[in-house]
């Protein structure tokens, strides 16, 4: 044999070499991308996220009504007659402060949080000991807007508190145990992910479907997608998002009431002034007690009755033995 | 330092503090905030938007004085403008320079031969001069002096920079003609109009409608520094694809959007021919080597007879010549110059395409009886006519405007307003915030008047004149909950921001389930036959029994029991009384004397496709012809 066929065939087996890892490769990715299936219905889905209880325990039943007409010095007390926030939040804690931060109205016009109430929580927060401060909501206007001209960004980010806007990364599927409207909806997680307190701090508001907005109502600022269609049945979506959300603690801000054009107002004349700060960690019973402002009995509003009969808490404020504490 | 190096220098700079404009033009007070950043400086330093905006609107409005400085500028040295500020020529300049790396001398000498086709940018800046000042007559017949002789003067000038020989006479009569039929158009024609459609070409309006809409969204969707969520403009891909062309031509010969297209480059060359410093030849006779024709960014010919007019100032050819033969002094070149070669009744035939372009297109009615109510503009927007005598469509608003409502209109909307601002209430993140005048006071040449807050809601001075309405807000009841679905709602009542609301509500009740029977009451539980109910599905708070005229709420129910709360008229069923279920409804109506047409309402509607509440442009306060409500008629 000559040394040229030895080489031709040494550089036709190198080639046929090749050609076979060529074939091989191609078989094997194609086996292992092969789909006999096709996709299922629920393309796309992720796994439901878990929202834990932030009840902080030996807590519960706890219940405290300010009259004042400043808002500061209502809540250091009221938050003295609830024992204190050491009782709720300790050091190297990570607290979420969701706060109604919904329309790019100014704070003088009541339709969002106070900022000067939000600045205060989170150095209260801070002062006992909490590492992470988040203040945080879902708003319905532009939410960068939001947040700036409601004052409630700067007076946050002033006090030490990091303030988290939605975005599409925040949010997860998420589904009511035994819930009827909050099944497989996007809520914004991100924000409560690892934390170990969340707080509601809401404004007292007139709400024309609804009849009134506090704490409760508060809560829909977790939710994202086209949550509006809820409004089809408002007095459910209310009872289940308090059944949603185990709060450490709920404020509501009746110092001044939104008495009408609510929940965006838009004029001074629409506030009222009630010199009422609710602080408790029955968001049922807060409300309940904070729909008096706006001339409201509990039995009147739907969605109280239906939160309290799904177990999330009881209208009858006067069980709880609330602490009256009178600053003049 | 090599003059070519400093060149580049200047070019890194302005396109860099471009592009940080665009950045910083963001609502907010940090450091790469809106902050009193002069956001606008580039557009107000082009002079063609100057001199468009006065010849359409008669005045020069605030910053856009800029564009006469850099016109003043260019007749001592020449196109500075095009090759050391421009941030499009700078972006030009680099693909360009991408596109010839490389390649040989004789095929760099190749693509920068003069060619024909330079003169076709004259033509278009000659187009848009003549859309601009189309109705320069109808002004000068109202006595607008200034206006006038501003027209007199860029007619001049024109006339005057495509002289050449002779055959006065015959030119004289075709101007005469031209100008004869663009006074009759515009006399004759309804809405013949000015418009400003230089922005569609102008470089500076055009790459900040890029950067702005298209680059900027796409570099922020994953950094989110400009704005907290991604970012939408309707059809964006348009616009990237003229930006998108207009660079990448620039392989194929450099500086190709400045050589034949931009109408600014035009302009400046004509004026800056005459410029006291200029590039040129020391010496006719040369080497002959062509470096400088292969290194000449313009076209100019720098080697040969030079054309002043293309040249951009790039000065790669005195960097190029093995001999130091080329030089920036005050006198021609040795080698001699060209002027360009306009022709006079190409330039004409541009200019008076121009001046029919409004009063044509404006025969399609969309400005009179056919308008279209889709067109919302921006609040302080100025009447239609107007507005398209002063938009650049330079996209600033839109870059500005919090909520992403303000998108650059389509074809659809017709030529003259293509890529302006018009709102779109379901693709920002919220309708037209209330307390918001980003737009208007970021407006380079106010077609979006500056007003102030107060003037915008109606207040202080403003109260007897009543806020601003962008239109007005229709319930489609066909579509909403309430009104065909027999479903409460009224997410467009709570939303609305103005006070009191401008959308108020109606009790309604429907009857939704009949044929049910009482059966026993016991313990506050009423058992009902006929028909098995859904069980809690009538436990909303929104349904009651009805028996007769008297009504119960239901708090609870199952197959066949119900629990109620009743009114005072309500007395328990007997034992086979004939029941029915209904819905108690707040249907939404829409107060036009009080409604703004700031669209929260219809960005916030649940009904998600085609939203049941809906912002039209009727009741415009910029349209006194749109208005919806007799004064003085109606009860409130």
């Known amino acids: 044999m000559s040394r040229e066929t030895d080489q031709e065939r040494r550089r036709f087996l190198l080639r046929a070499g090749k050609a076979g890892l060529g074939v091989a490769a191609i078989g094997a990715l194609g086996w292992w991308a092969h789909d006999t299936q096709g996709p299922s219905a629920n393309i796309g889905q992720a796994a439901n996220v878990k929202l834990p209880s932030f009840a902080v325990k030996g807590t519960d039943k706890r219940l405290a009504v300010v009259k004042s007409s400043h808002r500061v010095p209502a809540l250091r007390a009221g938050l003295e007659a609830l024992g204190g926030m050491g009782a709720f939040v300790g050091a190297g804690h990570k607290v979420v402060i969701k706060v109604n931060a919904a329309f ?67 949010f997860a599927p998420y589904s009511l145990p035994g819930g009827r409207l909050i099944r497989d909806w996007p809520l914004m997680y991100g924000p409560l992910a690892g934390a170990d307190r969340l707080i509601g701090l809401a404004p007292v508001k007139d709400h024309h479907r609804s009849q009134a907005s506090v704490t409760m109502k508060n809560w829909y600022g977790l939710l994202g997608g086209r949550r509006n269609v809820f409004h089809q049945d408002i007095n459910g979506i209310i009872s289940e998002l308090g059944q949603m959300v185990t709060p450490s603690l709920v404020i509501a801000d009746g110092v001044a009431t939104l008495a009408h054009n609510g929940p965006t107002g838009g004029s001074l004349e629409d506030l009222r002034p009630t010199d009422t700060l609710i602080l408790g960690t029955d968001h049922v019973a807060v409300d309940s007690l904070a729909v008096g402002l706006l001339g409201l009995k509990p039995a009147k509003v739907p969605w109280l009755g239906l939160a309290a009969r799904a177990g999330a808490g009881t209208t009858d404020y006067e069980s709880l033995n609330p602490t009256r504490v009178e600053l003049g | 330092m090599r003059i070519v190096t400093a060149r580049r220098i200047s070019q890194g700079f302005f396109l860099a503090l471009f592009l940080w404009f665009c950045l910083v033009a963001t609502v907010g007070e940090r450091l790469w905030q809106l902050r009193g950043w002069p956001v606008n400086w580039f557009l107000e330093l082009d002079p063609l938007t100057g001199l468009t905006s006065l010849l359409a609107s008669g005045t020069l409005y605030a910053g856009l004085l800029w564009g006469a400085a850099v016109l003043a500028l260019t007749l001592v040295v020449g196109r500075f403008f095009c090759g050391w500020v421009c941030p499009f020529g700078a972006m030009h300049q680099f693909v360009g320079w991408l596109g010839s790396r490389g390649k040989p001398l004789k095929e760099r000498v190749r693509r920068n031969a003069p060619h024909p086709a330079q003169q076709i940018k004259y033509l278009v800046l000659a187009f848009f001069l003549g859309a601009a000042m189309s109705d320069l007559a109808a002004r000068l017949a109202l006595g607008q002096v200034a206006a006038s002789l501003a027209g007199a003067i860029v007619l001049g000038l024109v006339l005057w920079a495509t002289r050449r020989g002779q055959g006065g006479r015959a030119y004289a009569l075709a101007v005469g003609l031209v100008l004869a039929a663009w006074v009759a158009w515009s006399l004759a024609a309804p809405h013949g109009g000015a418009w400003l459609l230089a922005g569609l070409l102008d470089p500076i309006p055009l790459v900040s409608r890029s950067v702005n809409l298209v680059l900027l969204p796409l570099a922020d969707a994953p950094a989110r520094v400009a704005w907290p ?81 293309e040249c951009v100032l790039c000065l790669n050819c005195l960097d190029a010549c093995p001999e130091d033969d080329i030089t920036y002094a005050t006198r021609p070149s040795a080698g001699g110059e060209a002027a360009p070669d306009l022709g006079r009744r190409r330039v004409l035939a541009g200019l008076g395409l121009g001046l029919v372009a409004p009063p044509v297109l404006s025969l399609s009615g969309v400005l ?171 436990a909303s708070g929104d349904y009651y029994l009805q028996m007769g005229a008297a009504r119960a709420r239901i708090v609870a129910n199952g197959a066949h029991s119900l629990i109620l709360t009743g009114g005072s008229d309500w007395r328990t069923p007997a034992p086979g009384e004939a029941l029915s279920v209904a ?28 939203r049941a509440i809906r912002v039209s442009a009727e009741n415009a306060t910029r349209e006194r012809a749109h208005s919806l409500l007799l004064k003085g008629a109606g009860p409130v």
Request: charged letters at 15%.
């Open chain 1, 104 to 170: 790019a109205s100014p704070p003088a016009l009541g339709a969002t949080s106070n900022p000067e109430l939000v600045a205060e929580l989170v150095r209260l927060c801070r002062g006992a000991g909490a590492k992470q401060v988040i203040v945080t909501d879902n708003p319905i206007n532009d939410p960068a807007s939001c947040f700036e001209l409601s004052g409630i960004g700067p007076a946050a980010r002033e006090a030490g508190a990091q303030v988290v806007l939605p975005h599409p990364g925040a």
């Open chain 2, 229 to 309: 969520e991604p970012r939408f403009y309707q059809g964006a891909g348009l616009i990237a694809t003229v930006f998108g062309a207009a660079l990448l031509l620039n392989l194929w010969r450099p500086r190709f959007f400045c050589r034949y297209v931009c109408p600014t480059g035009a302009l400046l060359g004509l004026v800056g021919r005459h410029a006291l410093w200029r590039v040129g030849k020391k010496q006719a006779r040369c080497g002959a080597c062509l470096g400088c024709d292969g290194a000449c960014s313009g076209a100019a010919r720098p080697a040969g007879r030079l054309r002043p007019a």
């Open chain 2, 368 to 538: 009179g009886p056919g308008w279209n109510p889709a067109l919302i503009r921006p609040p302080g927007s100025l009447p239609e006519c107007e507005f398209l005598r002063r938009c650049l469509r330079c996209g600033q608003c839109m870059r500005v405007c919090p909520t992403g409502v303000l998108q650059p209109a389509g074809p659809s909307f017709g030529l003259e307003a293509l890529w302006t601002p018009v709102l779109n209430m379901t693709i920002g993140t919220s309708g037209c915030q209330l307390r918001c005048t980003a737009c208007a006071s970021v407006c380079p040449s106010a077609a979006i008047r500056p007003i102030s807050l107060a003037e915008k809601l109606g207040q202080g001075e403003f109260a007897a004149q009543g806020p601003i309405r962008l239109g007005c807000a229709f319930v489609d009841r066909g579509r909403c909950l309430p009104w065909a679905m027999d479903r409460p709602c009224i997410v467009c009542q709570e939303n609305c921001p103005v006070s009191p609301k401008a959308i108020f509500t109606r009790v309604a009740w429907e009857t939704v389930l009949t044929g049910l029977v009482a059966g026993s009451a016991t313990g506050g539980e009423l058992t009902v036959s006929g028909k098995a109910l859904k069980p809690a599905a009538l």
């Open chain 2, 583 to 610: 819905v108690r409804l707040q249907r939404p109506y829409v107060d036009p004397a009080r409604c703004i047409g700031c669209g929260i309402c219809q960005h916030e509607c649940p009904v998600s496709g085609k």
